[in-house]
């Protein structure tokens, strides 16, 4: 692995330098590998989880979530509600300022709050039964609801994609789909634009004019104490490279190091792996449902019968079978909805039927393109059983090497494959996102305003309606029964498993917080 070193300490120095710093090692510097490349800052334009972390250095909300996923006062001192539950008055806390200097207005919250809610699937939600928000002064968010509906504060809590961030009222100008370009926070660490290299290095340092709320840290709430003068996330493509630079000390974390790769930290006193158990998610295939052949409903049927998940979980764990877990429930497995109802198409391969509904459904041969991403491990294993899978089934399978930042951005394609569309892609929502109906993307059926794939289904929309409403949780469980019912018959996606994926950590540091989104505030060296 000595060469590895060589090349992934001349990539990282290269990138030091390419944005103007010095090639040395600093003091003070944590160095992260995510799994992806960070090419946008904008946690609004896109659900994509490399960004979604990386955002969480920079931006701070106004609610989060602690350890019992239950919404705390970050950038709100607090709120109260009108008796009637109608009406919303949050306060700003006092020092709060974005990263040019600037105070943090209401203006801007409700700015935040408004590009947030035209993107983000609660978002829209909570803004339909919304009456109107407004910035009466500089420290008061009034919201003034149509209707009571007690998963207001969740919903501006929530902790995965699309959180709602916030930033400038001229940057939440920017349409949603429109990535801001140079962005502003107001958290713990401020982005430096001039050394941001897309494809090598993202660079923060520590804001010094941020204040921490006094409470300890408690998953995403409390107080946010940034312990390192910079964070640098490196961009190293190649894992086996990543993992060595790891045991090396050259960076400090990794998101995930793939079961084959365990091996590598035997005997090794520098760094180690630890399962991630909260950051565990469910893998899925993503459908389109615009581009032929799965506008077809009998070849998206085609396409549940001619897959199974053990073959995939056992290409990317390997026999680590602690890992990894058979499911197909599409609110996760041991959780408040978990079901099997209709699920027998998804944990059982019948090439003879997958081969009728291709006839039934007049496939004509048009090729399934396959995005095949390289730089995430679990993904390159995923795509690798999928094509044979396919082609087995009757499937012509088009395959494409690229990386998972190309992928996030094509995915919003809405145009024919050969106009640069898409098929089918992989991607991992995690337990907080998928275990809830209301922020679950599958479940919406939202038809062209829905989630990539753009399934669509009234009797979804409507069941979604119905337990948003819903108070008796005998009654939400029925109703989240029958939208896995539906979403199944539809096929917006192929849930392919849960998987539980290690972290590659230094030994030399302490502090990281459980959570199923990996934060880096509280962490810190030991020598």
Known sequence: ???????????????????????????????????????????????????????????????????????????????????????????????????????????????????????????????????????????????????????????????????PVIMPANMAANDPTDPVVTPIGSGPYRLLPDEWVPGSIAAFEKFEAYQPRSEPADMAAGGKVAHFDRVELIYIPDTATAVDALIGGEIDWIEEVPADMLAFFDGVDSAKPIAARQSGNSMQLVVNHLNPPFDNPKIRKALQWSLEQTPFLQAAYGNSTERYLECAAVFFCDTPYATDANTQAVLTRDIA?????????????????????????????????????????????????????????????????????????????????????????????????????????????????????????????????QMQIATHDLVSYVPMGQAFPSQGIATNLKGFIQSPVPFFWEVQRTE
């Open 1 to 163: 692995m000595g060469r590895l070193k060589s090349l992934v300490t001349a990539a990282v120095a290269g990138a030091l330098l390419t944005a103007g710093m010095p090639g040395a090692f600093a003091e003070g510097t944590l160095r992260l590998r995510l799994n992806g490349d960070i090419n946008t800052m904008d946690p609004i334009a896109t659900t994509n989880f490399t960004i979604r972390n990386a955002a969480y250095l920079m931006y701070d909300t106004l609610f989060a979530l602690d350890s019992n996923y239950e919404a705390q006062p970050q950038m709100a001192e607090g709120f109260t509600l009108s008796d009637d539950q109608l009406t919303y008055t949050i306060t700003l806390r006092d020092g709060l300022k974005f990263h040019d200097g600037s105070q943090v207005t209401a203006g801007d919250a409700v700015a935040s709050l408004q590009r947030w809610g035209k993107a983000d699937g609660l978002g829209k939600t909570l803004f339909s039964k919304m009456e109107s928000i407004s910035a009466p002064d500089d420290k008061t968010i009034v919201l003034q609801m149509k209707e009571p509906w007690g998963q207001v504060i969740s919903a501006i809590g929530k902790i995965s994609s699309n959180v």
């Open 353 to 481: 039927k997958a081969k009728a509904l291709l006839e039934e459904g007049g496939y004509d041969g048009t090729p399934v393109l396959l995005m095949h991403v390289t730089d995430i491990p679990a993904h390159d294993a995923y795509y690798s059983v999928l094509k044979p899978m396919l082609e087995e089934a009757g499937f012509v399978v088009e395959e494409q090497i690229t990386d998972w930042a190309t992928v996030a951005t094509r995915r919003a394609s809405k145009e024919p494959v050969a106009d640069g569309g898409w098929n089918l892609f992989f991607t991992g929502w995690g337990f907080v996102d998928q275990s809830n109906p209301m922020t679950n993307v599958y479940v919406a059926g939202a038809c062209g305003d829905g989630w990539f794939g753009w399934a669509c289904s009234e009797e979804l929309q409507e069941l979604r309606k119905k337990f948003a409403d819903e108070m008796d949780p005998k009654v939400k469980r029925q109703l989240a029964e």
